[in-house]
């Protein structure tokens, strides 16, 4: 995972938006190590679940100066709505009072938005973005004593499956098996 973010990071620009989705222990947060990696960011790059949002400065591998604020919106968009307020308003407001609002909206020339758990508010916030989606593979070896059958659980062990959805013109011409090392 490490490697794929440092990759995909590699094919990045100022502006871009990366939306990052996938169960727990997925991979997520490896994957932004290796993308910050990828960027020349020197700071660890760590869940920033209890911070929301952690803003690094790194490098592009053209030279240019790098932002990148990589944000977990985990605990975004809870149930405490305002009367009448649907959850895109609620999502809006929250990242209004953490100032990532205008920053979504418009990023600036060298700034990329890493979100984690960024799938509930895609739609509505960044029409221009890479979704990226990484899936745990099931735990078929376990059984399950009581039934005698397969556990089906989720296990951190074994081969992730990485899928990209580009959404918008900016991302028409991505393509990540171009150029991998």
């Known amino acids: 995972m490490r490697e794929l973010g440092k990759h995909v990071a590699r094919l990045t620009r100022g502006g871009d938006i990366i939306l990052l989705s996938g169960p727990l222990g997925a991979g997520k947060t490896t994957f932004a190590q290796g993308f910050g990696a990828g960027l020349n960011i020197s700071e660890p790059i760590v869940s920033p679940t209890f911070t929301i949002a952690r803003e690094l400065e790194g490098q592009f591998p ?30 809006l407001d ?28 895609a739609a509505a916030l960044a029409p221009e973005r890479l979704e990226i989606h990484i899936d745990r593979p099931l735990n078929t070896d376990g059984t399950d004593t009581t039934t005698n059958t397969a556990s089906n659980e989720l296990t951190s062990n074994g081969v992730r499956t990485v899928t990209f959805i580009p959404v918008g013109k900016s991302w028409q011409t991505f393509n990540i098996t171009r150029n991998i090392r």
């Open 62 to 91: 053209n030279g240019n100066s790098a932002h990148l604020i990589h944000v977990d919106a985990y605990r975004l968009g809870g149930n405490a709505y305002a009367p009448g307020q649907n959850a895109v308003e609620r999502l």
């Open 94 to 121: 929250e990242l209004e009072s953490l100032g990532l609002d205008e920053e979504l909206e418009d990023p600036s020339d060298n700034t990329i938005i890493l979100m984690e758990w960024g799938e509930q508010m």
